[in-house]
Each structure stands twice: as structure tokens, then as C-alpha cells.
């Protein structure tokens, strides 16, 4: 184990860094000052290191307090990461210095003062991406490299299931400085021959907001003939400009799956193919041409339309359609038609059903027009059906239904009494207007907003 310490140290034992000297002695400034000093977070664990092999290694550089290895609740089995507290700042400082890339059960480990602060690791201060990176550069040699610029906290590079880099990673500085001088030194540098790229590391979601959508270079287009061939799409897009590369998707079957990708050199090309050939008929075949998306975004837009098209079947059926619950097992939807069409034209009817096409006891009934909804929430609300008091109200949306539930909850905190749910001369559930001791609360989304009267 010393030699390990040794070697992780590069033959200096007793170095400590400046900002770690600077955590101990009290006087740093930044994140290492705001963190408990005492406590580090060991990541990049092989799985089956123990809580005993980490107390033995981290008590060589001071008192160890305590070490736990991050488990699942249910398996055991390792989460690949550990805590371990010392009794001194001095002596965490130096484990961090020693031991950081340290091999353990012949595995680099990764040392950092564990920071349990949410605010701090979610402001993204500091924090860069590198990608591009040759394959042959781990943590340590990425660490190496980019220390130059300031204090570390966090250095990683992502690796697949066999340990192999994924060509890029990211480095957390102190501070905010440090980032940016790295930033502004390193990107588009060498480094093992390859330029990379060095930047601010954004979260997807903000990666996806800053992407100019309106550019692209990566066409998709389906619809095609089973016999369309890479050849084909060379020639038929290549007349608008030069093509890097261009596939036919084909299936296990060696069977071509109908659709495919190109490549342009240039997105304005991209563009004016998507232009010309998108609803052009080839083959007998329409076919369609649009920028190929990535799946987070084809995952998004189908969210999308789906919410819509849901939005657009609730607003169609407005104050026409009736919930209904507490049905009997025995209705289904032919006797339930039965009970609902004296009063007035049925133009869908559903009994809801498990799995095992078991009435779940609710259902939904939708007239032909708002007066027919009325009159059967009034006839039949309560009524007894099969020995049970049937409930029957107008469908609401699932936001809806929780904003409501928002507002009756208030209410009762309040201790108001008299609770009146009005109309709007619309849908008689939006707005729900509700009046209560004299009081009224306008807007189901702007429950705590009261306005005397």
C-alpha cells in the first residue's frame, strides 16, 4: 500500500497541494473552504473492493473516522463509489494528494472532497467538456493535463461497460477562472495528436436549446423501395451537393427496412434536398426527406403530439363527456348504453377494463350535445344501479382534476366552509370559480390568489 501512495504521488510523499494546504490552514477561498474537509468521496470502485481494503489504504495517510461502500438496498452489491471521513482536514488533504488515481484490486481510483451540497453541483461553475480525446488517455493524464489552469475538484473520463474511454470527459476547477483559461488554452489543441474540442459543459436539456435546429448536415428519408439501394440515394441526392456518406438501413432478415441516411458536406445542401425531394414520388414511392433527428428529439416531438392529440379529444368532447364510477361488475358497455340513452344521442361509450378485461367499475359516456350531458348527470347521479349508488360527473383532464384537488385542499387548511363550484357559462369545470365565507378564488391555477368581493 505505500508504494501505492508513493507511486500516486510521484515519489513526493509529503507534497500537498496548495488549495488543500490552503483547506487546512483555513485561509482557501471557494468551494474546497465550503466543504467539509474531513470527508472524501472515493469513486471508480472495482466491485468487489471492501469497506476493510479502503481503511487500510486511506489509514496509511491519517486517522480514518469511518468508511462506507455505497450499496444497493436490495442486492448488496457495490454502487462502484464510497465515503470515507477522517478525523483531521490535514489528513484528508493528504489522501486526496496521495491517493487520487491510486490502483486499487487493480483499478484507478478517483479521490475528491465529497461536497453533499445540491446547489453547488448543479450551478455547473466550473465545470468544462473535452471530447475528441484519444482513447489511450485515462483519468489520471487528463487530471495531469489540464491541472495547469487551476485546483481540480472532479476529473472523468466516460468509459463504456469494458473500462474502454468513450473519447470525451470533464473537469470540474474551483473555480469558475480556471474553467475559462482552460477553455480559452486547450480547445482545439493537441493533445496524443488529436485536436479537441474544450468547452462549458451543458446539461442535455440546455444542449438542446442551444442547437441551431435550422442547420444540419444529416438527412433522413423513408418510404423508400425495397429496392432502392445506397447507389440510388447517391445519385438521386448527390445532385444537390456533395455527399459525405449515405446508408440504406437493413434488417436482420437482409431485407431492407425501407429507409436510410445521407450526409451532405455542407448544410445548405442538406436543406435544398430536404426542399426539393420531401413528397416526391420515386418508384411508385412518396417518399419522405427531413432532418434526421436524434432520438431524445424524436422521443420529445412524439410526447408532444401525443399530449396534443389527447388535448384536442378532451376539448372535442368539452361538457359531453361524463365520468362514471362505482359501477357494478356486471355492466358492460352494451347495458351501460341501455342506462344512458333515454336521454339524448350516445356518440361514444366505454366500461374501463384491467388487463384480464375486468371492469375496473368506471366508465365514460359522450353525447351528442351539452344539454343531453346535463340532463343525465341530473337523472342519473346517485341513482341506485345493481344495489350501488352510481356517480356521475363531467370528465376531466388528469390537470384538471389535481388542480382541483390543489384548491379543495387549501381550502380545508383555510377552515373555510360553504364550498360552491360554479360555472363559467361554458364547461362548468373551467374556470372552477369558488366561493367560500365571502371569499373567492378566481382561477384552479391561481388557487392562493384571493379577491374579496
Not at 136 to 164: P, R, Y
Amino acid at each position: 500500500m505505500a508504494a501505492q501512495m508513493a507511486a500516486a504521488n510521484g515519489g513526493s510523499p509529503g507534497v500537498v497541494p496548495a488549495a488543500a494546504a490552503a483547506a487546512v490552514g483555513g485561509v482557501g477561498v471557494g468551494v474546497a473552504q465550503q466543504l467539509t474537509t474531513t470527508s472524501l468521496y472515493v469513486g471508480d470502485l472495482e466491485a468487489s473492493v471492501t469497506d476493510s481494503q479502503l481503511y487500510e489504504l486511506f489509514s496509511q495517510a491519517g486517522q480514518v473516522v469511518s468508511v462506507r461502500v455505497c450499496r444497493d438496498a436490495n442486492s448488496r452489491r457495490s454502487l462502484g463509489y464510497a465515503y470515507v471521513n477522517f478525523n483531521s482536514p490535514m489528513d484528508a488533504a493528504r489522501a486526496l494528494e496521495l491517493l487520487n488515481f491510486a490502483p486499487l484490486n487493480n483499478k484507478p481510483i478517483r479521490v475528491m472532497y465529497s461536497n453533499r451540497d445540491p446547489s453547488s453541483r448543479r450551478s455547473g461553475s466550473g465545470n468544462i467538456f473535452i471530447k475528441n480525446l484519444d482513447k489511450t488517455i485515462d483519468h489520471k493524464t487528463l487530471h495531469d493535463t489540464f491541472s495547469a489552469f487551476g485546483n481540480i475538484l472532479s476529473c472523468k473520463v466516460a468509459t463504456d461497460e469494458m473500462g474502454q474511454s468513450k473519447g470525451f470527459g470533464f473537469v470540474q476547477y474551483e473555480k469558475g477562472e480556471a474553467a475559462q483559461s482552460a477553455i480559452k488554452s486547450l480547445n482545439g489543441m493537441l493533445i496524443n495528436d488529436k485536436p479537441v474540442y474544450v468547452g462549458p459543459f451543458l446539461r442535455r436539456q440546455e444542449r438542446e436549446n442551444t442547437v441551431d435546429k435550422t442547420k444540419f448536415n444529416n438527412v433522413f428519408v423513408k418510404n423508400l423501395s425495397e429496392s432502392t439501394t445506397k447507389e440510388d440515394l447517391v445519385q438521386t441526392f448527390g445532385a444537390y451537393g456533395t455527399i459525405t456518406s449515405a446508408v440504406v438501413m437493413i434488417g436482420m432478415d437482409g431485407k431492407s427496412r425501407c429507409f436510410g441516411f445521407i450526409n451532405f458536406e455542407s448544410p445548405d445542401d442538406a436543406a435544398c434536398a430536404v426542399e426539393e425531394l420531401n413528397g416526391k414520388k420515386i418508384n411508385d414511392k412518396e417518399w419522405y426527406v427531413g432532418r434526421a433527428q436524434k432520438k431524445s428529439e424524436r422521443e420529445m416531438e412524439l410526447k408532444r403530439r401525443f399530449e396534443q392529440s389527447m388535448k384536442d379529444a378532451a376539448d372535442k368532447y368539452q361538457g359531453l363527456n361524463l365520468y362514471l364510477k362505482n359501477l357494478d361488475d356486471s355492466i358492460g358497455d352494451d347495458q351501460l348504453r341501455e342506462l344512458f340513452s333515454n336521454y339524448g344521442k350516445i356518440t361514444s361509450l366505454k366500461i374501463m377494463c384491467d388487463a384480464n378485461g375486468v371492469s375496473k367499475g368506471s366508465g365514460f359516456v359522450a353525447f351528442s350535445n351539452r344539454e343531453e350531458a346535463t340532463q343525465a348527470i341530473t337523472e342519473m347521479n346517485g341513482k341506485m344501479i345493481s344495489g350501488k349508488p352510481l356517480y356521475v360527473a363531467f370528465a376531466q383532464r388528469k390537470e384538471e382534476r389535481k388542480a382541483m384537488l390543489q384548491v379543495i385542499s387549501y381550502i380545508r387548511q383555510e377552515g373555510l366552509a360553504s364550498l360552491h363550484v360554479l360555472g363559467d357559462g361554458g364547461h362548468p369545470c373551467l374556470p372552477w370559480i369558488i366561493r367560500a365565507n365571502g371569499r373567492r378564488i378566481t382561477s384552479i391555477y391561481h388557487a392562493e390568489r384571493r379577491v374579496s368581493e
